[in-house]
C-alpha cells in the first residue's frame, strides 16, 4: 500500500473521506458525533478517517476539528523554489 494522501469530499451528503494509501477493507472506530477512523485490520495503523456532516461541523466548532492523530507530512519529490 502507497502512502499518498487521498481526499474526497461528496457534496451531497457532505461527507469528507481522507485515506491513505488505498485500503481496500478497513476496521472502524467512531469519535465523537462526526468523525469515524479507519484502521488496517491486520496491523491496525491508521489508515483514514471520515468526517460527516463534514460543513456543518465547522460551524458548529467555530473553527478546527480535533483529531486524535499527528501527521508527518513529506513531499513526494523534491520542489525547486
Do not use: W
Not at 500500500?1 to 457534496?11: A, E, P, S
Not at 481522507?18 to 458525533?33: A, L, S
Amino acid at each position: 500500500m502507497n502512502n499518498n494522501l487521498k481526499m474526497f469530499y461528496d457534496q451531497e451528503a457532505d461527507v469528507l473521506y481522507v485515506t491513505k494509501g488505498h485500503p481496500k477493507y478497513t476496521d472502524y472506530v467512531e469519535y465523537g458525533d462526526n468523525v469515524i477512523l479507519r484502521f488496517h485490520p491486520g496491523t491496525k495503523d491508521l489508515v483514514g478517517f471520515t468526517i460527516t456532516d463534514f460543513s456543518m461541523s465547522f460551524k458548529k466548532h467555530d473553527s478546527d476539528i480535533q483529531l486524535p492523530f499527528r501527521v508527518n507530512f513529506e513531499m513526494e519529490k523534491e520542489l525547486a523554489f
